[in-house]
């Protein structure tokens, strides 16, 4: 299969990844039906994965493992990619998660999200981290963005 | 207690039709408690992330 990601593209991608500190887990929920990108989701991450020790991807169908995409609260919304941090054998979901296939200008975002995982720090002023710890409330954000 | 979710339009189109998402970036806050149109500076989703939430 021919590769998505060109090699000048994979080398600075590499470079880059030599700043990640610490482990990321990927989790990509991918559906049978109706789900044009799904494929390509797949092996972008795979490509993209090879590139750092500290990210390790696992690839899981919606409706096999129902339970599991429930938990990660990505149920109908293949391809949907959870980003999480990794420690040993625990999993710490952030609720981070990019829906559809992050090409184009999105490829950025895949990868400065798997910088800011890797991280574990959101960067953000105390002032949102002080309002952020004090939420009662669930609260969903949805960032609708295109590739282009 | 925070899910934030990166939606590729194109892909989603039940869900931006269901908010009328026409300019990009667009962030809906619970389901359109709270609406942010356009990339702005981390003060202004503060402000409106308090406005439709509530302090």
Redesign the interface.
Known sequence: MEKLLPEDIVGQIREVFQQLKNPVQVLLFVSQENC??CESTRQLLEEVSELSDQISLSVHDMAEEADLAKLY?VEG?APAIVFAAKEGDQITDY????????SGH?FT?LIQDLILVSGRDSG??E??RT??KA?T???????????T | ????????????QE??EK?M?SG????????SAGRVVGAVP??N??AE??RA?GK
């Open positions: 044009d990108y609260r919304k609720g981070i998660r990019y829906l559809g296939i992050p999105e975002t953000l002023s002032q949102m309002y952020v939420l409330k669930p609260v969903h954000l949805q960032v609708f963005v295109t590739p | 207690m925070v899910l934030a979710e990166g939606v590729e339009a194109t892909e989603f869900l931006s908010y998402i990009v970036p667009d962030t809906v806050i619970n389901d981390e003060q989703m503060l992330l308090m939430l």
